[in-house]
């Protein structure tokens, strides 16, 4: 760990404001939470597909909410990052889609810019959540975390 001068001020520290001071307000939010991609065609690729990708909202449903039935999630309002790092994911086969495989042929048929274009569209997308019937998920088998953790995270 480096220090500045001779009051043990961690260097990561210093950068860290360094940084926050330089970059204008919001600008690091709107990166993270709406990314940099094409939201138009983003918007085209979801509804209609490409070549031989399929139209996202055939399993992931209108407003990209998801479908509990098909075990897609939901997209809308996810992070940016998180979204390209589910598609390169696929892509690299590092994640497996074990219901219909979809999601790694979808994952290797897009470009990184139409990536990046889909994960812009779907996380400037705020649409109230409609929630899921945890009890019908339970039946069928599906395993439910603990809902006090996740509403402490």
Not at 21 to 38: K, R
Not at 62 to 90: T, W
Not at 107 to 119: E, H, P
Request: glycine fraction near 12%.
């Amino acid at each position: 760990m480096r220090y500045v001068s001779s009051r043990l001020i961690p260097w990561t520290a210093v950068m860290a404001v360094g940084l926050t001071l330089s970059v204008p307000a919001g600008a690091v939010e709107n990166y993270v939470q709406n990314g940099l991609g094409n939201a138009a065609n983003g918007e085209n690729i979801f509804k209609n597909g490409k070549g031989a990708v399929p139209a996202c909202i055939t399993c992931h449903q209108e407003n990209a909410v998801g479908s509990d039935d098909l075990g897609a999630p939901r997209l809308a309002g996810q992070y940016y990052q998180f979204l390209i790092k589910q598609l390169n994911d696929f892509a690299s086969d590092r994640r497996k889609d074990d219901i219909m495989f979809t999601m790694n042929m979808v994952g290797k048929g897009l470009s990184d810019q139409d990536k990046k274009d889909v994960a812009t569209y779907l996380s400037g997308l705020r649409v109230p959540f409609p929630g899921s019937d945890l009890d019908a998920l339970k039946k069928s088998g599906v395993e439910i975390g603990d809902l006090a953790k996740g509403k402490t995270l």
